[in-house]
């Protein structure tokens, strides 16, 4: 399916110095190239909405995170191949849809396009490839079919609704030199337990070999969307399988970096990486990026508990979109933080004093402040601090007669994103 709109990126002279990103695996910063390869081509999968709400400030600060890496990464001279998928067919979208009346795939396209245009709004540089789950289904059953083959996909017996043919991964068997469990997350056995429970894993379901083990496909239940699935039966994929396969047909193996929100690492980070290994003995990514939880009123802000900040009713307020971005940078993207009003007024004041400062600003004030920019980038995306620099600079008097008025306008809006 097409993405949305990407706005024109604009190109800045000199350039950035390489990105040291934090690495979720490996519990430390790494650089994103080797020095040697400075402007390797860069490649990134981010995981996409699942399309039954409408965007919220935790989703909004995620896909702003990772356009920061992917506006870090250009600048530095390098080619980026983005890919972002659309979960547009899962249990919470089925339930949604037949509440609300409606068609699931209306529902899916109906909050597709929101997120669109959103993310248009936020001015977020569009992945190359933009998929959905059910335009790969076709793409990913031969997976499957060769995991059951080699023994690490089984079947299970039926559960209390007697339907045969649920098949999952064998996780303990699957393990190799590019994947074990706990290669991504590093959690102990209790927390993937706990975590696997609360996030889409089924460890009770009886008849699987161990607890964990992840639904590679769920047989087609009366009442619910299915695909042919060859010598798998009538059915739909598995979450994790979907992300894996996706990236694995639109990007290198491995690919630079795997995105998302914090609350992906375990189960769904750790089992896609471990199917990719699976199916050709290659780690899924080089380095996994995660972002902290947004959370409004104490709690995190999901679409299952309702406590949400919708970017589209604040666009529809009048809010600036650029005051919306200026308050998800002023937080690191790594950080748990609650959106508040107050936020949002200091980001919108924020910015008055930015518009106000840039006239009469000198070229050397100017690039200084690029420079500045983009050494707080390229420690793990420090964008709170890039914001600090911002303020000092619009702190002091013009230094000029404007020739660097243009400058400022540029490396913020290539930089950062913001359009002031
Ligand atoms: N479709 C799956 C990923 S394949 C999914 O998690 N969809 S989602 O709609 O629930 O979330 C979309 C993205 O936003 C994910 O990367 C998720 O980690 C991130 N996200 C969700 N809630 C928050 C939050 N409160 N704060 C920050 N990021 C969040
Ligand atoms: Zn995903």
């Known amino acids: 399916m097409h993405a949305w709109n990407s706005p024109e990126v604009p190109h800045l002279v000199g350039s950035a110095p390489i990105l040291e990103l934090f690495d979720t695996a490996t519990g430390r910063k ?119 083959d080699s023994g690490i996909g089984y079947t299970v017996p039926a559960g209390d609704d007697g339907v045969e043919g649920d098949i999952y991964f064998d996780s303990i068997a699957a393990q190799n030199g590019a994947w074990q469990l706990g290669t991504v997350s590093g959690y102990d056995r209790q927390l993937m337990e706990q975590f696997s429970a609360e996030r889409g894993g089924d460890p009770q379901r009886a008849g699987k070999r161990d607890p964990l083990d992840p639904l590679l496909w769920r047989a087609a239940r009366e009442g619910e969307p299915s695909w042919d699935g060859g010598r798998l039966g009538p059915g739909r994929p598995g979450w994790h399988i979907e992300c894996s396969i996706i990236a694995r047909s639109t990007l290198p193996a491995p690919f630079t970096v795997q995105g998302g929100g914090s609350d992906l690492i375990f189960p769904h980070h750790e089992f896609s990486a471990a199917h990719a290994s699976a199916a050709d003995g290659k780690p899924l990514a080089e380095l996994f990026a995660h972002t902290g939880m947004v959370g409004l009123d104490g709690e995190k802000m999901s679409k299952s508990l309702g406590n949400l900040v919708l970017v589209s009713k604040l666009r529809e307020a009048g809010v600036e979109p650029v005051a919306i971005r200026t308050v998800l940078l002023g937080q690191h993207y790594r950080t748990d933080w609650f959106w508040t009003d107050q936020l949002l007024e200091a980001a919108q004041e924020r910015v008055a004093r930015w518009r106000e400062r840039i006239e009469g600003t000198g070229l050397a004030e100017a690039t200084a402040l690029l420079t500045r920019i983009r050494a707080r980038m390229a420690d793990d995306l420090n964008s709170p601090a890039a914001l600090q620099a911002i303020d000092q600079w619009a702190a002091g008097n013009p230094e000029g007669s404007g020739e660097g008025e243009e400058v400022i306008r540029r490396g913020l809006d290539s930089l950062l994103g913001l359009k002031i």
């Open 30 to 148: 790494r650089p994103t190239a080797p020095a040697e390869t400075a402007n390797a081509p860069a490649s990134m999968y981010v995981c996409g909405i699942t399309p039954y709400d409408a965007t919220h400030m935790g989703h909004a600060a995620t896909y702003v995170a990772f356009d920061l890496l992917h506006r870090t990464w250009l600048d530095s001279g390098r080619t980026v191949t983005y890919t972002q998928n659309v979960t547009d067919v899962d249990d919470p979208l089925l339930e949604r849809a037949r509440d609300r009346g409606l068609d699931w795939r209306e529902l899916a396209r109906e909050q597709t396009e929101l997120f669109r245009s959103d993310m248009e709004a936020l001015n977020v540089i569009a992945p190359h490839h933009y998929l959905g789950a059910v335009e790969t289904v076709d793409l990913l059953v031969p997976y499957i079919e060769k995991f059951v």
